[in-house]
């Protein structure tokens, strides 16, 4: 297997998120979250597992540095707490939440290693969930004065910023398939929450100009590629549809200052827009960012299916592999979606923001964790990142997810993406075969295969 050397300057990092690693859910003044009070309510997370203590990050963070150090990664993308920075989401900040992340920032700075920071990765404050959450038009000035505060806090010794992780999830996932908190199944209000989400990262990007914070500042969408499962023109339609709402429904609004029409309307038609849209809204969302954050994992086969209201469509499966969390592998979808970005965008400058694969990882008798399958996922997806720079398109970075095992949303902790192993009893930490394969990565500047 080749090697691929990545442009001088090129970012490697590796990725996390608060609710996801830090623990402490009740400490040092840290209000509720969405998904302190979900993980809580029984048959909601598999085998009733909660982000309570996750890797106790809030306590291990200076041996966690410590061992980013080790892996020689150049940037560290986490995310931070709203309601650890403000316990009711608005009002008095609590002095030892902006604390810890300063305290982290500094350790991390001290190594060496540049902090991206995610300003909401999912982690709600529950006070003002309690008010009506991301449904509320309000939540955008609540996201507003929260991020005012996080960027004079922290706006020095922070080079990368992202406003929002994965919005699509935060809207669909939380407020129509109702599996993420806060657990709401309502097709309209999730298209409201998807547009107060794209309005408050608009907001934050004018405030992050208007306090003149150095640095950089983006968005972070996921996104699959899908694929038409056969050449009837149905099938091209429903993808389509599938690939405007899940990449073009939140690029669009961001990087064109529009809705995408195709979608819009059949929307209309299925009467499930409402005039959640103000004058003014689109050319605040599409305020200039630095760069788009893309997180891919997989991608997907469509087929249209009038039974599944309202898209249409359904995901077909194929005879490509997967990992455990049952997604298909398919690296050349993160070309075919790199190249479709330039494209439509005009060149914009990327980070792959996250990227990694679950597997069913044990320690064996040597008390090392080998994981040939994660090392072959991810080389198969730096290699189409390779191709991609060498096509033209403007990727500035790497974020591998996950630094280590953590807690997986409603999986809870089945699922191991990290390329640390955390063995939760006791939170001792192993770097696993593809931690080291990775160290190499970023020390050579270059990826390199295995034979698995
Ligand atoms: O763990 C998540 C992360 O929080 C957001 N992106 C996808 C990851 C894997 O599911």
């Not at 940037?75 to 002095?95: A, H, Q, T």
């Amino acid at each position: 297997m080749g090697r691929k050397t990545f442009p001088k300057d090129f970012s490697w990092g590796v990725a996390t998120a608060s609710y996801q690693i830090e623990g402490a859910w009740e400490e040092d003044g840290k209000g509720e979250s969405i998904w302190d009070r979900f993980s809580h309510i029984p048959g909601r997370i598999a085998n009733q597992d909660t982000g309570d203590i996750a890797c106790d990050h809030y306590h291990l963070f200076a041996q966690d540095v410590d061992l980013l150090a080790q892996l020689g990664v150049k940037w560290y993308r986490f995310s931070l707490s709203w309601p650890r920075v403000f316990p009711d989401g608005i009002g008095s900040p609590n002095p030892k939440g902006i604390q810890f992340y300063k305290d982290l920032i500094h350790k991390l700075l001290d190594k060496g290693i540049q902090p991206a920071v995610t300003l909401y990765h999912w982690d709600f404050p529950q006070k003002l969930q309690d008010r009506g959450g991301w449904a509320n038009r309000e939540s955008v000035e609540w996201f507003e004065q929260y991020t005012r505060y996080v960027f004079q806090e922290l706006g020095d010794s922070v080079p990368l910023w992202i406003t929002h992780n994965e919005p699509w999830v935060v809207a669909f996932l939380g407020h129509w398939v109702g599996v993420h908190a806060p657990g709401m199944k309502d097709f309209i209000t999730a298209l409201q929450v998807a547009h107060h989400l794209l309005l408050s990262h608009g907001k934050a990007v004018q405030a992050f100009r208007e306090l003149g914070v150095k640095g950089e500042i983006g968005i972070t969408l996921n996104m699959a590629y899908h694929y038409p499962g056969t050449d009837a023109p149905e099938d091209f339609e429903a993808t389509k549809r599938a690939q405007e709402h899940v990449i073009h429904w939140f690029a669009d609004p961001i990087l064109k200052g529009e809705y995408p029409s195709f979608l819009y309307q059949w929307f209309q038609q299925k009467d499930l827009v409402r005039d959640f849209v103000q004058p003014g809204d689109l050319e605040t969302i599409c305020t200039p960012i630095d760069f788009l954050g893309v997180n891919y994992y997989t991608s997907h086969t469509i087929r249209h299916s009038p039974a599944d209201w309202p898209l249409e469509l359904k995901t077909i499966p194929t005879s490509r592999p997967r990992t455990e969390m049952g997604w298909e592998i398919y690296p050349e979808g993160l070309y075919d979606l790199l190249m479709t970005l330039t494209k439509e965008y005009g060149g914009p400058k990327i980070y792959i923001t996250e990227n990694g694969a679950a597997w069913n990882d044990l320690i064996d008798v040597r008390g090392e964790v080998e994981d040939p399958n994660r090392i072959d996922y991810l080389y198969r997806h730096l290699e189409q990142a390779h191709k991609a720079i060498e096509d033209g398109v403007h990727l500035a970075g790497y974020f591998l997810w996950s630094l280590m095992d953590n807690f997986e949303w409603a999986y809870g902790f089945t699922k191991r993406f990290g390329i640390v192993y955390v063995d939760y009893a006791t939170q001792k930490r192993i770097i696993k075969k593809s931690g080291h394969w990775y160290k190499q990565v970023v020390a050579q500047n270059s990826c390199f295969g295995i034979t698995v």
